[in-house]
């Protein structure tokens, strides 16, 4: 890669890195070319991107920024997993790590806040913002719904009464 070439990935790569929710710096060390597939295919299906770069540029790239701090789990062969949604790559990198030992987890970032691999952990497990968007769309709807059953309830029991009265007169 030549000097242009260079920076200009790491201008793109600061770009990225700094739009994402968060990012997650993983070894991968022993995945096989299938398992790294099946890894980004993960990813891409959780909203986020897998990027293997070499850690100098990386670090270029993170100079400046609010994720500077993650720069110390650059070493050796590392991978970033970032997306916009700051749950989905910590999500996915954790659940692929769970099914296989041989990615390492080694900490990432959200923001300005540095995670190590516990923070990454506890982040993966909150919901997600479409699940977190599902369960307040269904605390808004519930006490419409139940408005409309207190509402309807004294029309019912009148329907009722007359049933009733109507009922008993033919028997």
């Not at 990198?93 to 769970?98: C, I, L, P, V």
């Not at 806040?113 to 516990?118: K, S």
């Not at 605390?139 to 409309?148: D, E, H, K, S």
Request: positive net charge; hydrophobic residues 45%; proline residues 4%.
């Amino acid at each position: 890669m030549e000097r242009a070439e260079k920076r200009e990935f790491v201008a793109e790569m600061k770009d990225t890195l700094s739009g994402a929710g968060s990012i997650v710096v993983a070894q991968y060390t022993g995945l096989t070319v299938a398992e790294m597939t099946e890894f980004r295919a993960s990813m891409r299906a959780a909203g986020g991107t897998v990027k293997v770069a070499k850690n100098r540029l990386v670090k270029l790239a993170l100079e400046g920024s609010e994720a500077e701090s993650m720069s110390e789990y650059l070493t050796g062969p590392t991978l970033l997993a970032y997306a916009e949604d700051p749950v989905a790559a910590p999500k996915a990198a954790s659940d692929f790590a769970k099914k296989n030992e041989k990615l390492v987890v080694l900490g990432g970032a959200m923001g300005a806040t540095a995670l190590d691999p516990n923070g990454v952990k506890a982040l993966a497990s909150l919901p997600s913002l479409d699940e977190l968007r599902g369960k307040l769309i269904g605390m808004i709807t519930t006490p419409a719904q139940r408005i409309a059953m207190v509402t309807k309830a004294p029309a019912g029991q009148v329907a009722r009464v007359i049933g009733a009265y109507s009922s008993k007169e033919a028997a």
